[in-house]
Every structure is written in C-alpha cells, then in structure tokens.
C-alpha cells in the first residue's frame, strides 16, 4: 500500500512511519518542520519506499506543488494519514494561525486529493474537542472544523488522548517531557491544583498501531484511541521521579487553581469492537522508555 503522511517529521508521524515501512508499505512524508524535526525520520531517508517532501500542506496551490505532483499526482496513493499540526500548548500559542489553518484549510485539501485519488483519509483528532482548553484554543478550533470537513464527507476521524514517547522535543511543553526534563536536570516539579487533575497517557507505539488499523479498516466516522485510565498529575510526577532516582522535589501549590476543563480519558469501546485494538503498554514501562530516550539526546 502506498500512503500519504502529512506531519510525518512529528512526534506521532515519525513512529507511524517507521511502522508502515516496517510491514512493507510505501510513504510519503510531508512535513514542512515548524515542529517536527528530520532527524525523526533520519533513518528512512535513504529507504526505497520512503519519500520525504519539505511541504505545508494547508498552503500548497490549488494546482500543486510541481514536487508534490510528480511524486504524489502522478502515482496511486491508497491512504492519507492527516497528522500535520501543532499540539504542544508553548507550539500551539506560538503559531495559532498555522494551527488553524493545517487542520482546516489543510483539511480541505487533502480532502479534495483523496476524492481524486479514490483514497481513505484519516484526520488525527483530540478528545480536547469535547471539552473546554482556553490554553491551546486555536488547536480546539481547528480540530473541530477538521473534524466536520471529515464527518460531512465520509472520512476517519481518529479522536487522541494525550500521547508521549520518544521522538518528544526536550523543549515539549506538554507534561511528561516537562517532569522528565526537569528531573533529570534535578529541578523543581512545581504542580498545580495540588496534582489532583486528572488525564491518561497512551504510549506512542500503541497510538500508531491503533491508527494503522483504523486505516485498514473499513469503518468511517469517529474512533477514540488512547489510554481509558486515568492518572493524576501527582501521581505521574511521582512515577518519573521513582524510575530515574532524581534528585527533584515535587511542589504542590494548593493555591494555586487553574480552570482545566478539557476532556482527557479517550472511550476506546468502538476501538475495542470494530479494530480489536487496545493499549498494550504500561505507563511505568513507557515511561521507562521515554526517559531513556531523553537522557540520550541530553547528553
């Protein structure tokens, strides 16, 4: 099968692209690295089924990039992975118009390819739409019009949780590479809300897995994928903090109340039914991996 990636640079792209060209697909990968890195996707550069293109899709003309015709018009395309876009609050606040316009006008785009191509499409989603998430609002809007495109067309929509695993930036603003970064440099953990507030996280591996099946199934409209359990902040914070023996402290500021009212805990049950697809990966033993991939790169 040959399939189209958009953000395949990114965090979740890089791992699905490592695994579509491990069981024999063909990829094109797009990214245009306003946060995703190439050194992601280092290692397929130099395969014969892997195709990389330094392209935005949201702005790509209505004719084509003459790059993105004659590897991608010219060719059959089987599926689009739709996975371009910022997702980390400090990426979010940074480019909120690029947000928007990637999962809304970028959307359309590759809408309009995949009828052409004859192709499925998988639009990559967040359960945040479901709640309310003042931090990363462009991310929520474009999501939400993304979501309708796809709905209104006959597209997947694949509804995340929140996702962590190795190919995270040090610099992520998101939770888990915060607590890792922090205590590997011995710094202070500060929380707020005491910790309690609650969200899951699903390993990486599982997520692109879960995608890949969605894809190869034949079932349209929306699907969550992620871990169903949840965990509180404070309990995370003490999870990393056990496994790489830091020297850190955890502050928790009962003071200080934050308004959180996104909605977190993905339901996996249409998952578990249609794609007989679950999580497989523990947090502790995730973590685990997670943090030896940052001491890695932070050396």
């Not at 689009?80 to 785009?109: E, M, Y």
């Not at 995340?160 to 011995?186: A, C, E, H, Q, W």
């Not at 914070?237 to 850190?248: P, Q």
Request: hydrophobic residues 35%.
């Amino acid at each position: 099968m040959r399939y189209l990636l958009t953000g395949g640079c990114g965090f979740i792209g890089s791992h699905l692209c490592s695994l579509l060209i491990s069981r024999g697909d063909e990829v094109v990968c797009i990214d245009n690295r306003s946060t995703g890195s190439i050194k992601n996707v280092e290692h397929l550069m130099n395969h014969p089924r892997f195709v990389f293109l330094n392209l935005n899709v949201a702005t790509i003309s209505s004719n084509g990039d003459n790059q993105y015709n004659c590897l991608i018009d010219e060719k059959k395309i089987d599926g689009i992975f739709h996975l371009a876009s910022p997702t980390a609050p400090g990426d979010v606040q940074r480019l909120p118009d690029d947000t928007v316009a990637v999962n809304d006008a970028g959307t359309v785009k590759l809408m309009e390819f995949a009828k052409r191509k004859g192709a499925k499409l998988l639009f990559a989603s967040s359960v945040k739409v479901l709640g309310d998430c003042p931090r990363v609002q462009p991310y929520i809007i474009g999501k939400r019009e993304g979501e309708k495109l796809c709905l209104e067309n006959g597209f997947k929509i694949a509804r995340l949780g929140s996702v962590y695993g190795p190919n995270m930036r040090v610099d992520d603003s998101r939770v888990i590479p915060v607590f890792i970064t922090k205590t590997l440099r011995n710094e202070t953990i500060s929380v707020w809300n005491g910790g309690r507030q609650l969200d899951s996280f699903c390993y990486v591996d599982d997520i692109v897995k879960g995608l890949a099946k969605f894809m190869d199934s034949e079932h349209s409209g929306v699907i969550e994928l992620g871990n169903p359990v949840p965990t509180s902040i404070i309990t995370l914070a003490e999870i990393i903090l056990s496994i790489n023996g830091s020297k850190s402290t955890v502050v928790t500021n009962e003071n200080v109340l934050v308004v959180d009212e996104c909605h977190k805990v993905p339901d996996i049950s249409l998952a578990r039914n249609y794609l007989r697809w679950q999580p497989e990966t523990s947090l502790r033993v995730g973590i685990t991996k997670t943090i030896e991939y940052y001491k890695e790169i932070m050396q």
